[in-house]
């Protein structure tokens, strides 16, 4: 049994920075790809990062790229998500997500049906 269990949201002002945290319990952590996604108010679910199972691969949507940066301890089984230069259109609820394939990096990893275990989010609010 995979359970992953988000923390680290919070309220920023714009410019801030926030470090999202992700624990997954269960065997196997550090053969999967892990991506990070979110969920703004109204909108559909999307893409934000991944990094392979080892750390060696890494993509971001374009809307993060040189602001955000993902990496993973597979010691302590935990995906990290820093989070620099935050902006309003920010706002969502993140989560964590397991990819479907073992020692596998998809070339669509930004599509949620590659993922197949799912935290319960955090919440990460940035006001202007």
């Known amino acids: 049994q995979v359970q992953l269990v988000e923390s680290g949201g919070g309220s920023v002002q714009a410019g801030g920075s926030l470090r999202l945290s992700c624990a997954a319990s269960?065997?196997?952590?550090?053969?999967?790809?892990m991506g990070w996604f979110r969920q703004a108010p109204g909108k559909e679910r999307e893409f934000v990062s991944a990094?392979?199972?080892?750390?060696?691969?890494?993509s971001y949507t374009d809307s993060v790229k040189g602001r955000f940066t993902i990496s993973r301890d597979n010691a302590k089984n935990m995906l990290n998500l820093q989070m620099n230069s935050l902006k309003p259109e920010d706002t969502a609820v993140y989560y964590c997500?397991?990819?479907?394939?073992?020692?596998?990096?998809?070339?669509?990893?930004?599509?949620?049906?590659?993922?197949?275990?799912w935290g319960q989010g955090t919440q990460v609010t940035v006001s202007s």
């Open positions: 997500a397991r990819s479907r394939g073992f020692r596998v990096w998809d070339t669509f990893v930004e599509q949620p049906q590659k993922y197949d275990y």
């Open positions: 269960g065997r196997g952590f550090g053969n999967y790809a």
């Open positions: 990094i392979s199972w080892a750390g060696g691969i890494t």
